[in-house]
Each structure stands twice: as structure tokens, then as C-alpha cells.
């Protein structure tokens, strides 16, 4: 779970917020001169960083007011959060610990260090296949 910090209600639990997608996708300066394509390309391709990646995000049960965020994808470490229209600042790994992290406990779902063993687990020998009762179809 992320503890997310508002600009405007300070730190949260992450299930009060609605992810918004990429941050800074320009709007086309002429949208009715553009292709099928490109206007498919604008509404749907996104970048896929692996790393650090600006995001917008809804306060979605608090203040209602939209935000972004610098976020690393791989470690779930928030860097820097600021607000709508600002440009996307450098990453800052300085942070307060409670400013926005994930889990690192060995059982934890961000994590993925761990998961069901299913090396040890014996079926024993397959069961015949049952037979359709007189009169079904097969």
C-alpha cells in the first residue's frame, strides 16, 4: 500500500486516490487537421517507463482536486509530487519516509519476493475421466 501526500490534505492511504494516467501529454495544437492514426496515437499510446515517470492523480475522496506525481515504476517510490501545470521536476530520492513508500515486508504484494510454493505439492495419480450418464450428449 502507498501513503500518498496530498498537496492540499496532506499523507493518505492510496485507496483514496484515482490514477489519472501519464502526466504532460500535450493536447494537438489542430486536432481536426490530424489522420484516424494520429488521433488514435494521441487518445491511446503512452510511454511505459521502466523508472521514473510523471503520473497525474485524483484526490478522489478528500479534496477532489487533481495533482501529479514523479513516481519510479520499479520500486514504487514516490519522488516528488507537485501541482498541475508545473513542470516535471528532477527526481528527488531525499524524501521523508512517511512522504510515499511501499511495503517492504517479505509477505508484501509490491515487493514480490515471495508467493505460493507449489514445488512440493503432489496431485497423485491422475483420476479416470468420468463417463456421461446414459442418454447425455457428448
Known amino acids: ?3 500518498i501526500s496530498c498537496p492540499n490534505c496532506g499523507s493518505r492511504d492510496e485507496t483514496e486516490f484515482h ?10 495544437e489542430n ?4 489522420t484516424d492514426r494520429q488521433w488514435a496515437e494521441f487518445l ?3 510511454d511505459n517507463t521502466k523508472g521514473s515517470f510523471a503520473e497525474r492523480w485524483l484526490h478522489s475522496t478528500g479534496c477532489r482536486q487533481w ?16 501541482p498541475m501545470g508545473a513542470p516535471r521536476p528532477a527526481p528527488n530520492t531525499d ?44
Open 44 to 46: 491511446f499510446y503512452r
Open 67 to 82: 495533482f501529479n506525481m514523479l513516481r519510479d515504476t520499479v520500486t514504487y517510490d514516490i519522488q516528488a509530487i507537485y
Open 19 to 28: 490514477y489519472g494516467g501519464q502526466a504532460h501529454v500535450p493536447y494537438p
Open 95 to 138: 524524501q521523508p519516509a512517511d512522504f510515499g513508500t511501499a511495503s517492504l515486508a517479505p509477505d508484501s504484494t509490491t515487493t514480490g519476493t515471495t508467493g505460493p510454493s507449489v514445488a512440493s505439492t503432489d496431485l497423485g495419480p491422475a483420476e479416470p475421466a468420468a463417463t456421461a450418464p446414459k442418454g447425455a450428449t457428448q
Open 1 to 3: 500500500m502507498l501513503l
Open 31 to 34: 486536432p481536426d487537421e490530424l
